[in-house]
Structure formats: C-alpha cells, structure tokens
C-alpha cells in the first residue's frame, strides 16, 4: 500500500511516517510540499522515493491509494478534496478545516466519491483512553457525573510558528488542542457536547490568537466535562478523570503522543491501578485506517467525529469570543 504524505511537516516524520513503515507492505511513496527545496531534503533524509511541489503530480500514481495530509489547517479542505477526486483514500490531520462547511464538504466529497476518509485523532487510539472508556462502557464507575480533561502543556519552541501567530493558517490553542480533548469526550463517553461555556486567554505566546482556553461543556445524558488547553504550562502536566456514582478514574500523563501514564481506579473498594496496552497510537491510527480500506471496518475516527470534534471546538471559541452559552449544531452529521 503505497502513501502521499502532503505537508512536509514535523507530525510526519515524527511519527506518521514510522507509523505507515511499521505496516506490513506500506511504504510512503511521495511527499508534496510548497517548497521544491524543503521537499527534496525532506524526502532525502526520510527516504522517501519521490517529492514534488505538484500535489496533482503525486495523485497522478495510480500505485498510491492512500494520501495523509499534514500540512498547516488552511490547506486541508482543498488538498483533501483533490485527493478524493482522484479516487484516493484520506487520513486527513485536525482540525478538518477552518470551518464546519469545510469539513461537511470534505466528507460529503469521500461519500459520494466511496473511498475512506478519516481524522487522525491520535488519542482514541491509545491504550490508555481505550482502556478507561471500556471501564466506563462497562459501568465500572456506574453513571459518569463529569469529565475534567487537562491538556495545558508547553508549546515547543520548533512548533511556535503558525500555531502562535497566524490565525489565517489555523492557529490558537482551540483549533490545535480542543480540537482533541472534543474528541476524547466523544470518545470516552460516547455523545456528543450539546452546548458549552468558555473563556479564552492569551498568556505569554500567542500573538494574535488563543494561547489559553477553559471551557465547560453539557452532555445530552447530563455530565459536564471541563477543559484545559494551553501552550504556555511547563509545569502542569496532563490527564483526565471521569466521576461516576460508583467510582472515579483518574489517568495522569495521558494526553500525549506517547504510550505513556497511569490510570487509577478508585471506588468502594479502594484504589487500583488499571492496565492497559502500551502500543503506538499513530500505528494503530495508521492500522486501523488500513483495516478500512480493505473494507474492515471503520478508521478509529471516522470524517464525522472530525466534523464533531471541529463542530465543538468553534463553539468553544464563539463562546470565549462572545460570552454567551453556545449551543452546537451537528447539522446532517449529528
Ligand atoms: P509543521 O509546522 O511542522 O508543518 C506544517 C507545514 O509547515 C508543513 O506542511 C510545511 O509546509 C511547513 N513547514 C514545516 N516545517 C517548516 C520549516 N522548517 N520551514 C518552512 N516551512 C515548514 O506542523 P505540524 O507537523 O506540527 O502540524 C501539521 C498538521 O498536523 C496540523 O494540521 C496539525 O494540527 C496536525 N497535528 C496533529 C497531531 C496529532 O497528533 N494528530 C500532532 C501535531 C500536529 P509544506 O506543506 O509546504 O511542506
């Protein structure tokens, strides 16, 4: 299964190049960049057997049918699109797109067109947010009460470009990390946010956009889950807790890209420690997309829960923006 990377961009070599090579019979055949010079070094030091400025050049191999995309947020929808006219299959990076529109078209594009197209939302595919929404499903901690989601950590200096400077290429907090704990709240308790509240603060990074954001949010079964995100904590580390009748789970260090942290449960019977699989969560990712296009079936997260996630994280800044309560309209994807 031969891939086109599009965005020479540090997520992939990183780990999602790794992630494609690990796979039986995958390789990253062509990498698509803006600069002819970037793209030619890129592609030497990843060995990756051909680079172009032309994304319509690599589609144009018909010995590819996979195209991730990793490029910064404003290229997405187009490059995206391009991709599934030419009949590919997509594992696109969040955000989808800068706007609901965007993403809705992207979708509706690989429906109509009937390939795969996915969001990579790496945290679902961890071990460890896999194991506590199996404890939750299984009503290990009886009915949830709320979710507290703590994703404030420091930007590192390499990746404080775009992210903290140019809102027309996507960046702020909300768009780069809300985007995930929507996505984790989705996935651990299996709805979706129906209205939110949020504030927004730019402490010491951002320049022109959000560097911090809080922000609580209202489940249709009645949890709320509150959340962190933040470029500017050294210090704080991260984690999640889910509160239930019968019991709380608390997971520390896990909302990263590694395979790493504890999960404790704690209830009646005291406190233990929960178990989980240490594998990578970008091959998983990368496994389960393939798993799909071979017809088995979904990605872990599917072009509707990027839609979803997109969908809270705009409400989460209109909020912040406006100070009023904001409620969310999945649209046709709800
Ligand atoms: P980068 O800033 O590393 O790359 C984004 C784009 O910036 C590249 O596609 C490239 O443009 C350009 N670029 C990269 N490095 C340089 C450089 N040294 N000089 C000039 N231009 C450069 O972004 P990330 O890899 O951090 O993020 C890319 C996408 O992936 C985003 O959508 C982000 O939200 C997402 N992401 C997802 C993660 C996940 O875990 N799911 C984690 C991190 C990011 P060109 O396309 O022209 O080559």
Known sequence: MHWIFVGASTIASQHMIGAVRAQTGADVSWVVSGSADRVQRYAQAHE???S?????EAL?????????ISSTNEKHHAQAIAAIEAGKHVLCEKPLGLSLDEAQEMVSAAERRGTVFATNHHLRCSGSHRAVRNLVASGGIGRVLSVRIFHAVHLPENL????INDASAGGGVIPDITVHDADVARFLLGEDPIEVVAQLATSGMGQGVEDSCMSVWTMPSGAMVM???SFTHPFA??????????GSIVAKGVMTQ??????????????????????????QGVLDFISAVEGNG??????????????????????AQTGQKVGIDYGAFA
């Open 298 to 319: 979904s990605p872990a997260a599917t072009g509707s829960d990027g839609i979803k996630s997109l969908a809270v994280a705009l409400a989460v800044r209109e909020a």
């Open 48 to 50: 990756i057997a051909h």
């Open 60 to 68: 144009a191999d018909d010995t590819a049918s996979c195209v991730y």
């Open 52 to 56: 172009t400025t032309s994304l319509q």
């Open 227 to 229: 959340s962190h995100e």
């Open 258 to 283: 590694l395979p790493v942290g504890t999960i404790t449960l704690n209830n009646a019977d005291g406190f233990r420690n929960i178990p989980y699989s240490a594998h990578s969560l970008y091959e």
């Open 160 to 163: 404080q470009g775009w992210r």
């Open 237 to 246: 580390g991260s984690g999640l807790e889910v509160h239930g009748t019968e």
